[in-house]
């Protein structure tokens, strides 16, 4: 049942297990009482990275940035509006259901609030099985894997048959963690999956997905608020604003020296266990709100709330670029460092 160790992110060569390039989702404007449309909303704007097999990406940033509409897109739960995801080398960006049947087993998704991603009416056992019985497996091989995954996930295969109402907040997302590895997936995009938990038992969690990334050699994407947390599990970090990634490289190069302005403001409001440290630290405010998606200011979207804005900056769009010499770190700034 279970899988060999993955080997480091380090020793990995070879194609990226996932591919994404200039993902874009445009919601599209409702129409007002008076017939004129109102515009659309870009929720992600050309973002694009690789992941290896065994890797974990974390996405970071602001509510509203784009990162749980990637997330849905790399699942296929939102279809984009342009731009490509590869997965194990095969283009499944527009594939229809039937065509995108053998992949899916591959792509699964942990969701943010346990209790609502889990059906109130439906046993563990039924909730857990479903995508092996989608798979065409047996109603007794499903429930017999169905009880191998709670006990892999700490929970009491016995409970199998209880709803999910009978479970608290830590155990319901383990039975979400246990139905997102029932067919043996490669990938699990993970969004939020400990924001709406008690501190301790995000600790719980956190190390079992992390146990779990060992023993199976999942690859996953972590979509989360608390930086602290993306430091403990993820390998690579990704800092979104505005639909875009404004910085991404190995996660010792982003908090040990960010790059960009906004990930310099973000890691300034990360508390340190040092209370000395945290009262002597500078921390940097942002002025106003993040702007709207619906109207993009120009050039660095950014600029609106950078201290570092300069002419260029509101004009001209920052690529994202290699940053110092000898880093793998990518940083999208006119002025970064």
Do not use: W
């Not at 609502?116 to 109603?139: C, E, H, M, Y």
């Amino acid at each position: 049942m279970t899988a060999p160790a993955a080997a480091p992110v380090e020793a990995q060569t070879g194609a990226p297990l996932l591919s994404v390039r200039d993902l874009t989702m445009t919601f599209p404007g409702k129409r007002t009482r008076s017939g004129r449309k109102s515009p659309g909303i870009k929720a992600v704007d050309g973002v694009s990275f690789d992941l290896g097999a065994g890797e974990t990406l974390g996405l970071v940033g602001e509510s509203g940035c784009g990162k749980s509409t990637t997330g849905r897109m790399i699942v296929r739960l939102l279809e984009p509006t342009s731009g490509s995801v590869s997965f194990d080398g095969a283009d499944i960006t527009h594939l229809k259901p039937s065509a995108m049947r053998p992949h899916r087993k591959h792509l699964q998704m942990v969701f943010q609030d346990p209790h609502s991603s889990l059906n109130p009416r439906q046993t563990v056992a039924r909730i857990i099985a479903d995508p092996l019985l989608v798979q065409g497996k047996s109603v007794a091989q499903a429930r017999a894997r169905a009880a191998e995954l709670m006990e892999l996930v700490g929970l009491i295969p016995e409970h199998i048959d209880r709803y999910p109402h009978e479970f608290s907040g830590g155990q319901a997302q383990r039975i979400g963690i246990a139905r997102s590895l029932a067919t043996d997936p490669r990938l699990v995009v993970a969004d939020e999956p400990v924001s709406a938990l008690d501190v301790s038992v995000q600790a719980q969690v956190v190390n079992l997905m992390e146990r779990l990334r060992r023993e199976l050699g999942l690859a996953y994407v972590f979509i989360a608020h608390d930086l602290s947390v993306v430091k403990r599990v993820c390998d690579r970090v990704a800092v979104m604003y505005l639909g875009r990634i404004v910085e991404i490289g190995d996660k010792h190069e982003v908090y040990d020296n960010p790059a960009h302005p906004y990930t310099k403001a973000l890691l300034s409001a990360v508390p340190l266990p040092d209370p000395a440290a945290e009262r002597a630290r500078e921390r940097i405010t942002l002025l106003g709100d993040p702007p709207s998606p619906a109207s993009p200011p120009p050039g660095c979207t950014f600029h609106p709330r950078c201290p570092r804005a300069q002419d260029v900056c509101r004009t001209e769009r920052p690529l994202l670029r290699i940053g110092m010499p000898g880093e793998r770190r990518e940083v999208a700034c006119h002025f970064p460092y």
